[in-house]
């Protein structure tokens, strides 16, 4: 099953490319459309969502297709352009579907981040839309990585793949939640934040998200330096 549709300025990031959470926006409003033709069953909702960022996808005429293939609870989704006859896969996005379920206790121990919702970043049911949930711990890294008030040292990086596991849904309010964010791992390119949204001591929602240092000239992965592990290794200690 296929599902195209255009691409937008607004869906560029910094570096020109298309920002993460417009991808995981790509596959919510395709998996929309199967919910329209009766092929998915609206009842259902996200229980996790892991997406593989493979390439950078740029600003183009071309139409963007999400490839869809549903095998029971999980769909899985490619988000794709044709280029030149040959049909390149950008992202890869799995999605496990169901009912909303317990998350059980807090495991992530790093920075508490007090975050505010808006009111736009609820669906027609008034809860919280799983789209928004990957941008609010988008916000969250962004805030978590320049914490501190110290002179920052890291330099470009990228998604490489990014999970989301889902707990109850959440209205919106006025009163800001709590994301907790910290550093789990590291590699030589690349390394790896765990995250959770909190209300009191209900996680809504827990992401990890592997990132990748990412040289802006050659527009490929680079070797993170011991001054950014020192920088991030900090971070954590804060």
């Not at 549709?5 to 607004?10: D, E, I, T």
């Not at 459309?33 to 997406?51: F, H, N, Q, Y």
């Not at 789990?184 to 240092?213: P, Y």
């Amino acid at each position: 099953m296929r599902y195209r549709l255009p691409m937008r300025w607004a869906d560029l990031d910094q570096l020109n490319h298309v920002n993460n959470v417009v991808y995981v926006a790509y596959a919510a409003e395709a998996r929309a459309a199967l919910v329209e033709d009766g092929v998915l069953d609206g009842g259902l909702t996200p229980l996790s969502i892991a997406i593989d960022f493979l390439r950078p996808m740029p600003l183009s005429r071309r139409p963007v297709d999400v490839e869809q293939q549903l095998d029971g609870d999980v769909l899985r989704q490619e988000i794709t352009q044709e280029i030149d006859g040959e049909r390149i896969v950008f992202a890869a996005v799995v999605t496990r579907l169901g009912a909303p379920g317990d998350l059980g206790a807090a495991r992530v121990q790093g920075t508490t981040i007090p975050f505010r919702g808006r009111r736009g970043d609820v669906d027609v049911s008034g809860r919280v839309d799983p789209v928004r949930v990957f941008e609010y711990f988008q916000e969250s890294r962004v805030i978590w990585m320049s914490q501190g008030g110290r002179t920052r040292v890291l330099g470009p990086v990228v998604v490489a793949h990014l999970e989301v596991d889902y707990g109850p849904a959440a209205a919106w309010r006025q009163e800001p939640w709590e994301t907790a964010v910290d550093v789990a791992q590291f590699g030589g390119k690349s390394f790896t934040l765990v995250a959770e949204w909190r209300d009191g001591e209900t996680v809504l929602a827990r992401n990890s998200a592997v990132l990748v240092a990412f040289d802006v000239e050659t527009q490929a992965a680079r070797s993170l330096t011991d001054a950014e592990r020192a920088y991030l290794e900090g971070l954590g200690d804060a």
